[in-house]
């Protein structure tokens, strides 16, 4: 998938809708991997959204979704492998694959920094699990992730946009 038509589609879906439909938008973008915080923080802010609530509503989607894979990984690795010839691990993307080399070389630290922006926090989160992490701890560094990540585009998306005078 370009990145692009990506922001197109995702600009356009808050610029047409109103009020707390935007915001129940930017919490659903960003809880939609491939989307993430990465995508939906500068274009909502870009369309003139409060960026303070975008930020707290994109943080709350986008940790909430990888929650909800921290609590259902067991399963869903039950539900590929059974589907499958090769176990998950075998089956590399290269998003994957990134996240991984991040995870061999630094760990769950580095994977929850720099997963957001490298591989994706999803796949990040995945594979500090199928590396053998806790729950707990993948979920405490994965939202301190999240959390810089999100200030960081943010601020760097309402110095950006008013340098241009766009907001």
């Known amino acids: 998938m370009t990145v692009i038509p990506l922001l197109v589609d995702v600009g356009t879906a808050l610029e047409e809708a109103t009020g707390i439909v935007q915001y129940a938008l930017v919490f659903l973008f960003a809880a939609i991997p491939v989307v993430e915080i990465l995508v939906v923080v500068p274009v909502a802010v870009g369309l003139g959204l409060n960026p303070i609530t975008t930020a707290v509503v994109a943080f709350a989607g986008n940790v909430g979704s990888v929650y909800a894979l921290i609590l ?64 707990r701890l993948v979920a405490g560094w994965m939202t301190a992730g999240i959390a810089v990540w999100t200030v960081v585009l943010t601020g760097a998306s309402v110095a950006g946009f008013s340098a241009l005078g766009i907001v």
């Open 72 to 135: 259902s990984y067991r399963r869903l690795l039950e539900w590929w492998n059974d589907r499958r010839d090769e176990p998950f691990e075998e089956s590399r993307s290269d998003r994957y694959a990134r996240a991984r080399r991040l995870w061999d070389r630094y760990g769950l630290p580095g994977v929850s920094l720099a997963g957001p922006v490298m591989a994706g926090v999803h796949v990040a989160a995945l594979v500090a699990l199928l590396a053998g992490s806790r729950g």
